[in-house]
């Protein structure tokens, strides 16, 4: 696996992620098992089950706990801990989840450390040439604007331009910001939990099934029923079809030079949202700068020429 770089649009990288002969672009989808069949053009993820996995599935093999049996290529298990778990518990869990990715270079790898920015700073400098790291407790640095920031830009400054980056679980309506910041790869597991939960995913945010008169989505779904007539599968289709749809959004907009406008229009939705932007204007850029493309200006002189 190697993520090929096509084009920048500031940090956000638009890509092909080569896996198996195949190609993918990004940002985009991880597409869990767990949603169903996976259209063309997405790169499959299922947990480890001891089957193995065809040539279009990247393994998961979630916890040391379980104690897999790793040989086919995929992201390694990581020691997990809480968020706000204490330093010594969290240095502990980095240290074990590094020494399992020590005994398995050229693999795919998760970058833990709680809330301690230098244990994060850790994982991802040993993790550097690593093809895929994903960001381990990602659905509570979402809510946590500033440790966000400092984490995805630590990440991205110290990883390889190469290494895909993977926010798991977290809504579409924060993938533009996220993808601005330098995530290349999402994944379903808000659209599929959100259906089981009655969480109706939009573009501009999360609502809850049952307290929608009616559906402000104009998906084949939404359109032809009423909010109390969404069943679990009806959801997870609507919540499938919002997820693919911001990720070619945001496709769209990193090859027309668009992402920034497209992040701005989202943000003013959510709070987190908005505060990481502020933080990556404000404290992060540098980051900004270093990666932004510098158009050069012509000028026409007093003689008419260029």
């Known amino acids: 696996m190697h993520l090929e770089i096509l084009r920048h649009d500031g940090p956000a990288r638009l890509g092909r992620l080569h896996f198996n002969d195949l190609a993918y672009p990004t940002p985009s989808l991880l597409w869990n098992t767990a949603a169903g069949d996976a259209p063309k053009g997405y790169l499959k993820i299922s947990p ?15 916890t040391i706990f379980s104690e897999p049996n790793i040989d086919e290529f995929g992201i390694l298990p990581s020691f997990p801990t809480g968020f706000n778990t204490p330093l010594e518990i969290a240095r502990e869990a980095v240290a074990e989840t590094l020494r399992v990715a020590d005994i398995h270079p050229g693999f795919g ?37 500033r440790k966000l920031v400092e984490v995805l830009t630590d990440a991205r400054e110290t990883l390889s331009p190469n290494t895909a980056l993977y926010m798991p679980g977290v809504p579409p309506h924060l993938f533009a910001v996220l993808a601005y910041i330098g995530v290349d ?18 573009l501009r945010g999360v609502f809850n099934q049952s307290e929608l008169t ?22 997870l289709s609507h919540n499938l079809w919002v997820s693919i749809a911001t ?15 497209l992040v701005e229009e989202r943000v003013p939705s959510d709070i ?18 270093r990666h932004t493309q510098v ?11 260029r």
Do not use: W
């Not at 599935?57 to 979630?62: A, Q, V």
């Not at 994944?187 to 599929?192: G, K």
């Not at 070619?248 to 406008?261: Q, S, T």
């Open 272 to 289: 987190n949202a908005m505060g990481a932007l502020r933080i990556l204007d404000r404290v992060k850029a540098d980051f900004l700068e």
């Open 247 to 261: 990720v070619r959004e945001i496709r769209v907009a990193l090859r027309m030079g668009g992402l920034r406008n």
């Open 185 to 202: 790869l999402f994944d379903l597991r808000s659209a599929v939990l959100g259906a089981h939960e009655g969480r109706y995913l939009t």
């Open 48 to 62: 480890f089950t001891g089957a193995g996995a065809d040539d279009e599935t990247l393994i998961e093999y979630g």
């Open 109 to 145: 790898a998760v970058l833990e450390g709680g809330k301690y920015l230098e244990l994060r700073r850790e994982g991802a400098e040993y993790l550097r040439d690593r093809p895929i790291v994903e960001v381990a407790q990602a659905d509570r640095l979402v809510r946590n604007h």
């Open 214 to 235: 009616e559906l402000p989505c104009p998906c084949g779904m939404c359109i032809s029923s009423d909010a109390a007539d969404l069943d679990f599968k009806a959801l």
């Open 295 to 305: 158009s050069p200006i012509f000028t026409r002189n007093n003689s008419g020429g």
